[in-house]
C-alpha cells in the first residue's frame, strides 16, 4: 500500500486546514488508517485514525472536538479537517495504514506516506 499525504500549509491560529491521503489501492492489506504528527524535537505521535471496516475513529485528546477525521471508500482516501489551529499543531503530519485496529503505537504501523508540513503562526 503506497500512501500519498497532500493538504499542509502555512496557516495562522485560529483558521483550518485539510489533510488528504490517498492509498494506492483498494484491498484487504490495511484496515486502520490515519495521521501522526512529528514536532521538531519530540517523539512522533498519533493524532487520528479510522477503521475502515467499522468507522470506528480515535483522537489524540488535545485534538478531539477541532479534528475530525473521515474515510472515502469510493476514492480509498483518508481525510483530516482540522480547525481552530494552535501553534503546538505545528508539525509533519505523517500518513499511515495497517491492518487490525487503530493503535497508538507508531511501530505497529507498516505503511506510511511521506509527511505534509502544517505550520500554524501568525
Known amino acids: 500500500v503506497q500512501l500519498q499525504a497532500s493538504g499542509g500549509g502555512l496557516v495562522q491560529p485560529g483558521g483550518s486546514l485539510k489533510l488528504s491521503c490517498a492509498a494506492s489501492r483498494a484491498t484487504l492489506d490495511y484496515d486502520a488508517i490515519g495521521w501522526f504528527r512529528q514536532a521538531p524535537g519530540k517523539e512522533r505521535e498519533g493524532v487520528s485514525c479510522?477503521?475502515?471496516?467499522?468507522?470506528?475513529?480515535l483522537y489524540l485528546d488535545s485534538v478531539k472536538g477541532r479534528f475530525t477525521i473521515s474515510f472515502d471508500n469510493a476514492k480509498n482516501t483518508v481525510y483530516l479537517q482540522m480547525n481552530s489551529l494552535k501553534p503546538n499543531d505545528t508539525a509533519i503530519y505523517y500518513c499511515?495504514?495497517?491492518?487490525?485496529?487503530?493503535?497508538?503505537?507508531?511501530?505497529?504501523?507498516?505503511?506510511w506516506g511521506e509527511g505534509t508540513q502544517v505550520t500554524v503562526s501568525s
Open positions: 479510522i477503521r475502515r471496516s467499522d468507522g470506528n475513529t
Open positions: 499511515t495504514a495497517r491492518g487490525g485496529g487503530c493503535r497508538w503505537n507508531r511501530h505497529l504501523y507498516p505503511y
